[in-house]
């Protein structure tokens, strides 16, 4: 497959960058028994949930940011939309800083609010069980004072239409549908506002296959047709391929592999990256083993010193053991590998 | 031996309520021969865990079995009283569920379960029973089993529960194995791990798995033959590569071509118009015919039967056949 239809090499110049995460990290304290603070001394500990990241999304793009359960891609993806303070860096959407934005006057923070919109993992547990279908639909343009009371009714109708639920009865309430329908009125009630942002946490994971694959298509379609620019976090990679310009592959807090969609897919670098693929259970790939993977991902807790990665990795020497790389370009490609960088692999 | 190891027949299963009676399962056969994997596979709602269920008496009611059965080595044990049946689970038929955090019981060690189970199903003195534990956590590939053994379900990582489970299921050397995706909730990486193992330690027994699962990859990788169902009604069932190669059903062809593959050249998935239809609204005939692209007046009058196609069995009256048959 050639890149040749999408022209991910496009220098990302100042004006097309609309979102940019610069150095963001997030540390949560976990709670200790005052008993053991109090006999035992105990520290309080911490997690490392986001460690260092960066990365920017042109306009118009897609990065989605795979990685295994507790990688910290979900607290990414609430630390870009201002849910989450960062405990370190700062994340910037068309030249504004999110959280400061958000904490400041009234009317900026609101305007920067309909432009950033989200849509998460569970539909079950994403849409108000006493609310009925209308209001969800319409609460954000409301809110936003973007229309009057009595237009909402047009507008919903409109905007449950282009997510393919025409003729829908307004008045019913979220258990009525099923979680297919329930997941494109959320993305209904994301795009309502005409975001130029929208992050998609996990939005096709809860989903059937066959349901999943309406609501990945319809993705793509709205992203298309209305220019958003995306942030598609996903356990998945393979459903990744269908929706991303760039991939970011993550690992216990940090960015592994940042790099244009085709050149993950064809030439994957970072050796984590690799087992990733290699674990992906295939349609046509019987006869073909997976590719043994060793262990689980650690305890964040108590991360392994130097690259993360290390002990689940078979090219890891002494220098990976205590050195941490940092993430480096190589070619198109961001990877933070010792191996890679001293052409071992 | 001889005939299959399980054997489900004409398989029916209800639920009386309030607004009438509910029929999830409608007329489901098919069967598993020792040492063999079959997949079950079907979207939510298809029926695939509720046959799981009926199979080791665990309905819960008020949903019960109104027709069928289901003979286990050529005994009938959907009609066993229920302290029978109690026996059988664990001794004879060993079962995996999705999450291994809540298989587990959080106030005992891992050892303490596996010997208890042990000591319930096999006539073993407590040493004996210990030593065998420690050897199926050893089997089930866990590290340092000795020091896992009087470990508590919390202080292991989600792959080593489900081993764990693994290990609990296949205590009393059962004949069958019934897995309700036993990967679902692990990640990618681990969940290969797991999948070679459940293949690996069943076929050392000659134990026949069931493996209910939504995810086709899995199928494909783990099972020898493979049914697929749709509204509580298998609609196709066949070897493995022939269901997803040469898919003789509309809904197994929609299904396949709706997976997200590494190898797929398109931009853009197939999709099956409309959705699965909820228990209680069942269109007649065959339950796909709404959304079929080759449904005819036939579709929704007459129910198909599941017939041999190719070299899968269908329950279609317009099968996608790409080549003539030939015994």
Not at chain 2, 170 to 182: T, W
Not at chain 2, 307 to 322: E, G, N
Request: with cysteine.
């Amino acid at each position: 497959m050639t890149s040749a239809d999408t022209p991910i090499e496009r220098p990302a110049s100042a004006a097309s960058v609309v979102v940019e995460a610069r150095g963001l990290g997030r540390t949560f304290t976990l709670h200790t028994p005052w008993t053991s603070r109090l006999v035992d001394r105990a520290a309080p500990r911490r997690i490392v949930a986001v460690d260092d990241v960066s990365f920017t999304i042109a306009r118009g793009r897609t990065l989605a940011l795979v990685g295994e359960s507790g990688c910290g891609k979900s607290t990414l993806a609430r630390l870009m939309v201002g849910l989450d303070e960062p405990t370190r860096g700062s994340a910037w959407v068309d030249r504004a800083d999110v959280r400061a934005t958000l904490a400041g006057p009234e009317d900026t923070a609101r305007a920067l609010r309909r432009r950033m919109q989200m849509v998460f993992q569970d539909p079950y547990a994403s849409l108000n069980p006493r609310w009925r279908i209308g209001d969800i639909v319409a609460e954000p343009l409301l809110e936003q004072g973007l229309i009057l009371p009595a237009q909402a009714p047009a507008r919903v109708d409109a905007l449950l239409a282009s997510v393919g639920l025409e003729g829908l009865d307004t008045r019913r309430f979220p258990h009525q549908f099923s979680g297919g329908q329930r997941q494109r009125i959320s993305l209904a009630r994301a795009i309502s506002t005409s975001p130029e942002f929208l992050v998609c946490d996990e939005p096709t994971s809860s989903l059937d296959v066959s349901v999943q694959a309406q609501v990945l298509n319809l993705l793509v379609d709205l992203q298309r047709e209305r220019a958003l620019t995306c942030l598609f976090i996903s356990h998945n990679l393979v459903v990744v391929r269908y929706v991303a310009d760039e991939v970011g592959v993550m690992y216990l807090g940090r960015l592994v592999e940042l790099a244009p969609r085709d050149e993950l897919f064809a030439a994957p670098r970072h050796p984590y990256t690799r087992m990733l693929l290699a674990a992906v259970p295939d349609l046509h790939g019987r006869g073909r083993e997976r590719a043994p993977v060793l262990g689980e991902v650690p305890d964040p807790l108590s991360p392994p010193p130097g690259c993360a990665f290390h002990p689940r990795c078979p090219h890891a020497n002494e220098r990976c053991r205590v050195e941490r790389p940092a993430l480096k370009p190589s070619g198109a490609v961001q990877v933070a590998c010792h191996a890679v960088e001293e052409g071992r692999l | 031996m001889s005939g299959p190891l399980l054997d489900v027949r004409d398989l029916g299963v209800e639920f009386p309520t309030r607004h009438g009676t509910l029929r999830a399962l409608d007329g489901v056969s098919f069967d598993i021969a020792a040492g063999e994997i079959l997949g079950l596979v079907g979207e939510s709602g298809a029926g695939k865990s509720l046959t799981g269920a009926a199979i080791i008496g665990l309905l819960e009611p008020p949903g019960r079995v109104f027709r069928g059965q289901v003979l286990l080595e050529g005994q009938r044990i959907d009609d066993l009283p229920r302290e029978a049946m109690r026996r059988l689970r664990g001794r004879r038929i060993g079962a995996i569920f999705q999450d291994p955090s809540t298989s587990l019981d959080p106030l005992y060690t891992v050892g303490h379960q596996l010997v208890e189970t042990l000591r319930a199903h096999l006539p073993l003195r407590a040493t004996q029973a210990r030593e065998r534990a420690v050897e199926l956590l050893r089997q089930t590939g866990i590290p340092a089993p000795e020091t896992r053994f009087g470990q508590y379900p919390h202080e292991l990582s989600g792959g080593m529960r489900q081993r764990v489970v693994i290990a609990l299921a296949l205590a009393a050397e059962p004949a069958l194995v019934i897995a309700d995706e036993p990967t679902t909730a692990l990640d990618v990486a681990v969940q290969a791990q797991i999948l070679r193992l459940l293949r690996e330690v069943t076929q050392a027994r000659g134990a026949a798995v069931m493996l209910i699962t939504h995810d086709m990859g899995v199928v494909a990788e783990t099972c020898d033959r493979v049914a697929v169902m749709y509204a509580g009604r298998v609609v196709e069932i066949g070897p493995v590569d022939e269901v997803i190669r040469r898919p003789a059903h509309p809904y197994t062809a929609g299904l396949m071509a709706s997976v997200p593959s590494l190898h797929d050249a398109r931009g853009r998935l197939a999709q099956i118009p409309g959705a699965l239809p909820r228990l209680g609204e069942i269109p007649s005939g065959c339950a796909f015919h709404p959304r079929c692209p080759k449904a005819s007046p036939r579709c929704s009058d007459e129910r198909p039967e599941l017939t041999l196609v190719q070299r899968t069995r269908a329950a279609c009256w317009w099968p996608i056949a790409d080549r003539p048959f030939a015994p």
